[in-house]
């Protein structure tokens, strides 16, 4: 009696578990910064540390049963000619109104002022609503377009949705 008693909590606590994971699969088409400030670096022709903000616009993705509507990113920016690499928070918002919170640092090689392909990791930091004690991990690819945009594909997982 006691293993069944065992075997129907441990079952209990799986099914518990695997309902507050999720898995983020997302693709974002972000529009070139709507506000973008740089200074240069005098070590050498090229070199910017700058602060932008921008938006994007879910082209596919959910959390749970909220899809995706927008994004905000704001981010510091490390530049030269060809590469970029920054950190910043990604501001999501979903159906319903609640936001999530993802911290990322990434990569970006660039030419003429375009972004060519990037890639970052994210975590997320928590949100509104429901997702307030959201936690998660993943990571992104991107590529630009030729009308100045970026494509955004994103996989990961995340916790503790209500």
Not at 76 to 96: C, E
Not at 98 to 113: C, E, N, P
Not at 122 to 137: N, R, S
Request: hydrophobic share 25%.
């Amino acid at each position: 009696m006691r293993n069944c008693v065992l075997v129907v909590c441990l079952l209990s606590l799986c099914v518990t578990l695997s309902a507050a994971q999720g898995k983020i699969s997302s693709q974002w088409k972000c529009d070139k910064a709507s506000e973008q400030h740089s200074i240069a670096v005098p070590d050498g022709e090229g070199h910017n540390y700058g602060v932008a903000q921008g938006k994007c616009t879910s082209e596919k993705g959910s959390m749970g049963d909220a899809k995706e509507q927008e994004g905000t990113y704001t981010e510091f920016d490390d530049m030269t000619s060809s590469a970029n690499q920054n950190h910043g928070v990604f501001v999501v918002t979903l159906a319903g109104g609640d936001k999530v919170f993802y911290r990322y640092h990434g990569t970006q090689s660039s030419k003429d002022g375009k972004i060519e392909s990037g890639t970052n990791k994210w975590t997320l930091a928590g949100g509104t609503g429901k997702y307030k004690a959201v936690k998660g991990e993943g990571g992104c690819k991107g590529s630009g377009n030729a009308d100045g945009t970026s494509t955004w594909n994103c996989e990961g997982s995340y916790t503790g949705e209500k």
